[in-house]
Nanobody, 115 residues
Framework: VQLQASGGGLVQAGDSLRLSCALS????????GAWFRQAPGKEREFVAA???????QYTESVKGRFTISRDYAKNTWSLRMNSLKPEDTGVYYC??????????WGQGTEVTVSS
């Protein structure tokens, strides 16, 4: 299984970005999807997740601003990020957990939010 993340960039505070993570080499419906991020000098932290059944979970700081979704036609999950803040800056990593428990990580995509 491979995960390919895309969509990062440099934006201003208040702008929006959409990150995507494409899964290949596996049956998409058997994998959850999630995003983590790592700010400079900080540990990697959970951002959002979408389970096999579509249930979603968000870290408190992004609730109401970020939306995670799955696209079964494209084998991807996306993170729509609205009202971005400088504290959202970091490298965003896509993550997936198979139904049998194996965890996979994609490469990071950098998000920089200027004030």
């Amino acid at each position: 299984v491979q995960l390919q993340a895309s969509g990062g960039g440099l934006v201003q505070a208040g702008d929006s970005l959409r990150l995507s993570c494409a899964l290949s080499g596996g049956t998409f419906r058997r994998y959850s999807g999630a995003w983590f991020r790592q700010a400079p000098g900080k540990e990697r932290e959970f951002v959002a997740a979408v389970k096999w059944n579509g249930d979603t979970q968000y870290t408190e700081s992004v609730k109401g601003r970020f939306t995670i979704s799955r696209d079964y036609a494209k084998n991807t999950w996306s993170l729509r990020m609205n009202s971005l803040k400088p504290e959202d800056t970091g490298v965003y990593y896509c993550n997936s957990v198979a139904s049998w428990g194996t965890t996979y990580w994609g490469q990071g995509t950098e998000v920089t939010v200027s004030s």
